[in-house]
């Protein structure tokens, strides 16, 4: 079984920056699309960032496209989430996941492997 940890949450300041790492562990097979999901207390699961299997191709939400880039390091079985300009309605819990396809995708129903996620607390 994949198992998926999140890691680099925080505490910033409005207009501060993170970086969230996601390590695979398990059957660490490379060649499946990643991405990351955000979810914020009574909302739903919320789309932010996904990758193709190799890195070549990557989707963002409209709330975070140009604040935030998603990228892989393969060799270290990790996906990373960096984010920039950060403001209050950033503030989730931000898990990472895995499809079984190789593809960016973009719906939660699409990934099958789930972490139990990081909290991002952004301040005003």
């Known amino acids: 079984q994949v198992q998926l940890v999140e890691s680099g949450g925080g505490l910033v300041q409005a207009g501060g920056s993170l970086r969230l790492s996601c390590a695979a562990s398990?059957?660490?097979?490379?060649?499946?699309?990643m991405g990351w999901f955000r979810q914020a207390p009574g909302k739903e699961r919320e789309f932010v960032a996904a990758?193709?299997?190799?890195?070549?191709?990557?989707r963002y939400a409209d709330s975070v496209k140009g604040r935030f880039t998603i990228s892989r390091d393969n060799r270290k079985n990790t996906v990373y989430l960096q984010m920039n300009s950060l403001n209050p309605a950033d503030t989730a819990v931000y898990l990472c996941a895995r499809t079984d396809g190789i593809w960016a995708l973009i719906s939660p129903a699409d990934y099958v492997y789930w972490g139990q996620g990081t909290q991002v607390t952004v301040s005003s």
């Open positions: 398990g059957r660490t097979s490379t060649s499946y699309s």
């Open positions: 990758i193709s299997w190799n890195g070549g191709s990557t």
